[in-house]
């Protein structure tokens, strides 16, 4: 890895290991840190912020059950490849599918609050 540098805050209340999962997970999703990347070994990153091995090895499990790195034997631990940011809605599609929702619920009695908080409800329900 070269580039931008971790640093420990060891007077923070925050855990270093959250220290070095927070600031590689945002140099990983600001593309500061490139696909395909590699990462310094566990026992190297430790060494170079004078932690112990378990504390780095902790941030790296947790990059990587966020899909942030990918760690292999021979190939080493590596920047993942990110998901592409989801194309933005279709303004007008989306206008359309409201005016039908608003339509067929005024046919049914409802005013605008009870149209918005069925539309709350159903947001709180999808998955």
Known sequence: ?????????????????????AQLA???????LPEGERLPTVRQLAADLG???GTVARAYRELEAAS????????GTRVASLASPAPA???AALTELAWR??????ELGAD?????EAVREAL????
């Open 1 to 21: 890895m070269s580039g931008p540098v971790i640093r420990i805050d060891t007077s923070s209340h925050v855990p270093p290991y959250e220290q070095i999962r």
């Open 26 to 32: 945002a140099l990983i999703t600001a593309r500061r």
């Open 89 to 91: 809605p279709d303004q």
């Open 101 to 106: 929702f608003v339509t067929k619920a005024g």
């Open 68 to 75: 942030l790195i990918t760690s292999r034997r021979a190939a």
């Open 51 to 53: 932690l112990a091995p």
């Open 124 to 127: 709180d329900q999808r998955p």
């Open 112 to 116: 605008g609050e009870t149209m918005l």
